[in-house]
């Protein structure tokens, strides 16, 4: 009889955040799959979990699939779990779950901790629809492009980011979606520093730029649809009309921007249609 693979949510900061049902299911398995063994370790030594553990990553995950579903078929039972939180959410385990399911084997989840809806459900914006995105390309050209995408999207957005690339993260977003926009920075989340900043992307980006010190770990970054249904073109156009009298139209843009409240884009591309 096949054995079963069970997909277990763990802690994502205070290790008090884990159900019965999680530490049941990591006593009584043949395996464990960690993503990196050395942070696994710090909460199966927490709860005296002593089974066999092993490294499952985006690097191994095509090399040790094949085994571990023979493993499965020959009655082992099975535990993946992620570094922090629900696994598989920007995280490996995608190509297993569905090699598991081909072969029919039985895949279980184990629900518990998401950072991004633990993010949502404490920012004060809609959790009616929403998006996750997870993480933005790395680059500038590319990470702009997928964030256009998203500009007139009404459903509140949910994204993750390094300590390497928030900042940069952020002015992207401020340009594109307009430094008004609603939104919330996570950090630290369920840990000693839990930190909620911001109501907009211009008030997140300042708090980055004068606290360089405290920028650490992986934040989740909660952006509010876009609200603008009906744009006041007359309002643009008139401010635009005086602007580009004695400044760039790139300039009167960035200008224009700042006192409507609306995006660099949506501002551009109605210039364009006016030949400014």
């Known amino acids: 009889m096949p054995g079963q693979l069970n997909i277990v949510s763990t802690p994502i900061g205070n290790l008090r ?43 191994n995950e095509n090399q040790k699939t094949k085994t571990l579903i023979k493993q499965l078929k020959e009655g082992k039972n099975i535990a993946l779990i992620a570094d922090a939180g629900t696994p598989l ?40 629809k929403f998006t996750f995105y997870g993480f933005l390309p790395k680059t500038k050209v ?4 997928e964030l256009r995408k998203l500009t007139n999207r009404s459903e509140t957005l949910i994204f993750y980011e390094s300590v390497h690339r928030i900042v940069n993260t952020i002015e992207s977003m401020k340009e594109i979606f307009g430094e008004n926009r609603n939104a919330v920075l996570c950090k630290e989340i369920t840990k000693l520093y839990e930190s909620f900043l911001g109501s907009n992307l211009l008030e997140i980006s300042n708090y980055l730029s004068t606290n360089p ?64």
Not at 40 to 59: C, D, G, P
Not at 142 to 145: G, P, T, V
Not at 235 to 250: C, P, Q
Request: charged fraction near 25%.
């Open 89 to 128: 959410i920007s995280d490996p385990g995608y190509l297993l779950i569905r090699s598991a399911r081909e072969e029919s084997i039985q895949v279980t989840p184990v629900p518990g901790c998401s950072a991004a809806i633990a993010a949502l459900t404490a920012s004060g914006i809609s959790a009616d």
């Open 142 to 145: 590319k990470r702009a492009k």
């Open 213 to 276: 010190d405290r920028l650490k770990g992986e934040f989740t970054i909660i952006v509010q649809g876009e609200r603008n249904t009906s744009i006041d073109y007359e309002k643009i156009d008139f401010i635009l009309s005086l602007l580009t009298l004695e400044l760039s139209l790139k300039s009167s843009i960035k200008i224009c921007a700042k006192i409507t409240g609306y995006s660099k884009k949506i501002i551009y591309t109605h210039a364009l249609e006016k030949q400014y």
């Open 17 to 59: 955040d884990i159900t019965f049902r999680a530490i049941e299911v990591l006593k009584s398995v043949d395996l464990i799959l960690a993503e990196d063994t050395r942070v696994a370790k710090k909460l199966l030594n927490h709860y005296a979990i002593e089974n066999k553990l092993t490294s499952f990553n985006l690097i």
